[in-house]
């Protein structure tokens, strides 16, 4: 397998602040790659390093051997890695097409037949009929699809999605799922994925990665991050972990970690698995 | 073979052409006198100054309340070269517009790094530091006595037809610029900044074109304004009721739509006209009240009561209508207004 | 050393103005994210009205504080609860909000205008021209009394957003409306207050700079701005930070004068104004939200 991106001890310091810290990254060509991690783990600041958006304090990003990081968002784009936002953010004065267009016009400064491909994009989207409306009119989980169309427009190799599943019902999150599956079978894109919602996680990913205060603390096989005990721990705060280590149990009773491993890693309770908030309407977000 | 890009649309180009067939035989079939004609050339510039203004203001969602900087600057360099060089004076003109642009560039290229409300208030400062350093620069405006130009016999009824071919390159460029890909791009960025620098978009770059472009335009008309009035002074040319007339056409007629700042320019013109004459002590405050009223009842100024009539009696899709109704509103992006492009937090 | 000493007192008393301006246009913009353009308008509204009050009833512009605070106030809560709250809110709200602003300072210059014409007014009394003197120093008395009112009501000011409920109330609402109305806050009403204080502190601003300066119609355009630098220099809402610019504004003027011809030093402000803006759009002391 050959490496497509790699980041190399990419941090990030915000004043006293390290948002992410000497974090090392490869992801193979076709792969997708998971990164999960608690609320302000320096998921999204890694993210917008890697597009470019905020210039690293230390490290560098690759694409290909080209270094595309610490630069502008648009030469990331032209090298071909783009991003979408947790919260959507559609252009809310465009049509669904036009929004689209812009990727197709600019992501590789290329105007001509830009209509034709933005369509294309937006009918891989299911969101072809949807093409003359402003994007106000959507729902959320079609305004998320909005905003993966408007990335694949700039015909990116490496797509980076930002909690593209989490906050719509069940339904929309296995139709965006089986979506950004065909991203990466049709299209041949490779994907780095932040996502909260854990089973999609568990079973979009190929590999995942857990940052847990900018720090990079584990990395494999889905299976095996979730029964990693630094990743337990991340998730259930240190407390809860120390205090499993430090009850004195009956006389051989299983490793606290493995004793306190939950078959599967709980959702960070501020971010609802669609299951438990099966609703949220079209306004979901603004 | 295709001559014209797509995204020209035939009947807009049709109606610019007759538009202005019927302005270059006007003053023949109406058999205008002198103090009308100079009326309508005088019209014809400020529709041009009113886009130009409207491709910051509208296109951009950045509205300036220092435009009078450029109109200023561009008259008085055309019109020192007009003495001191004796160019023709549409090259004048054009020299004027370039040194505009490039100023605009200057104080532009930093601030509009700069969203919406801190912007505009930057803007006003750039307006009032521009305005007294010329008031006392008399070497070149002359300083508070201003300056004369020379009086050429007929220029003025022929600076009527320079006033409309003005005019129609300026409604060309206002179409193109929304219309075009560049157009689209533009959009974007009024819409979500950092969104736009995510897909490719490069916001400072075509920004600081689309203010070159407006400020060499409004230099032009600056300087367009020295040659029709054979007399200029910096209070006048640089003050700071100048920038918000540009404000105000656009305003009245529209922001952000492609058309409505021409109907603006078309309607204060007429206003000032009355109300100097018959109110001189309170046209600001008139000023002040229209924008009141147009801002809280419709945003869109004529436009908006037109797309409204339109709404009303079904002349348009009512989806095409809402499309246009949004790109030329402010968009609704998340960004603080406050926040920088592409900043860390 | 003598000059310099008297530029630093100077500047520091001229301070004590220029932050309570500021302040009032700081915390409008920190709790309904509007620019009051009209902040111009009733800083020179304030200055007429203790001229008029002085001129008509003989009535001593300190003492006519008390008027002038109230008369700005009801006149904020006016503005905003007739026009700006009509306005949508968001980035849209902001630029119509700016524009409406800017029309109701234009009609106030106007009216302006019309009462008392657009001749220079000064505010004259007996100790206008009086001074202290005090380690060589000659101070004048009104420019001591107007940095002691500052520091004053800035001081009130800060007692009342960190120490009262209601002040605790327009801290949150800053930091976050939605989640104010989820707890019951009345929001609206906290708009309209903050407003109401705000435009306060503008006319209260006027009538100390009329004590002290000329003014006419237009009065108060160049305060804006300066309001704005300080605002933007300072950071939001914090009165240390207010404190801190203003003084800085407050020396980069007085020590210009050295430096610039006269009629350069008005155009100091604005090119301050556009640094501040391009080098620290957050503020030297970084971003923060009313405290």
Known sequence: MTVILRAENLSKRFGGLKAVDAVELELNDGEILGVIGPNGAGKTTLFSMIAGSIPPTTGRVLLEGNVISGGSPRRAVRAGVVRTHQIVRPFQNLTVLENVMVGAIYGKARPLGARERALEVLDFCSLRDRA???????????????????????????????????????????????????VREKRGLSIILIEHVMPAVMRLSDRVIVLDAGKKIAEGKPQQVVKDSRVIAAYLGESASAAASAQPGPAGSPTPTSGAAPASLPTPPANPTPASIPKKGPGGHQ | MKLLPHWVSRPALVALLAALVVGAVLPKVLGLSVYSQNQVTETFLFVAAALAWNWMGGYLGQVSFGHSAMFGLGGFISARLLLALHLPFWLAWIVGGLVAAAYALVWGHPTLRLRGPYFSIATIGVGEATRLVMTYWEDLTGGSSGLSLPITPGLKSELYWWALALMALVIAASYSLRKSTFGLGLLAIKSDVDAAADVGISPTLMQDIVLLLSGFTVGVCGAFYA?????????????????????????????????GPALGAVVFVMLRQYLIGSYPQLYLGIYGLLLIVVILFEPLGMMGLFFRIARRFGLMRPEVEATLEAKAAVGGGAADPGARQGGAP | ?????????????????????????GLIYGVLRVVNLNHGGIIMAGAYIGWLLHEKFGIDPYLSIPVVVA????????????????????????????????????VLRNAA????????????????????????????VNRVAVFGIAVLTLVVLHLFLTRTFTGKAIRAVAQNADSCTLVGVDVERIYSLTFGIGTALAGLAGLLGASLFSFNPSYGSGDLLKSFVIVVLGGLGSVMGTAVAALILALVEVFAILALPAYLTGAVGFVLLVLVLVLRPGGLFGQRVLG
Do not use: C
């Open chain 2, 227 to 259: 040659s029709y009035q054979n007399f200029i002074e910096p209070g006048d040319m640089f003050g700071f009721d100048r920038s918000i007339s540009f404000v105000l056409m656009a305003v009245i007629g529209g922001v952000g739509t492609i058309i």
């Open chain 3, 71 to 106: 008369v700005s106030f009801v006149l904020g809560i006016a503005i905003y609860r007739g026009l700006v709250r009509h306005l949508p809110r968001g980035p849209a709200g902001a630029v119509q909000s700016l524009l409406l602003l800017f029309g109701v300072w234009l």
């Open chain 1, 132 to 182: 003359p409306q402003l994007p106000g009119g959507l729902t959320l989980a079609g305004r998320k699809r909005l905003e993966l169309a408007r990335a694949l427009a700039t015909e990116p190799r490496v797509l980076l999605l930002d909690e593209v599943i989490a906050g719509v019902n069940p339904a929309e999150a296995l139709h965006m799922a089986d979506l950004i599956r065909s």
């Open chain 3, 113 to 140: 205008y019309l009462l008392f014409t657009g001749n220079d007014q000064t505010i004259r009394t007996e100790y206008s021209t009086r001074s202290l003197a005090a380690f060589g120093l000659a101070v004048s």
């Open chain 3, 1 to 25: 050393m003598q000059r310099f000493t008297e530029l630093v007192v100077a500047a520091v008393l001229l301070a004590g103005l220029y932050a309570t301006m500021a302040y009032g246009l």
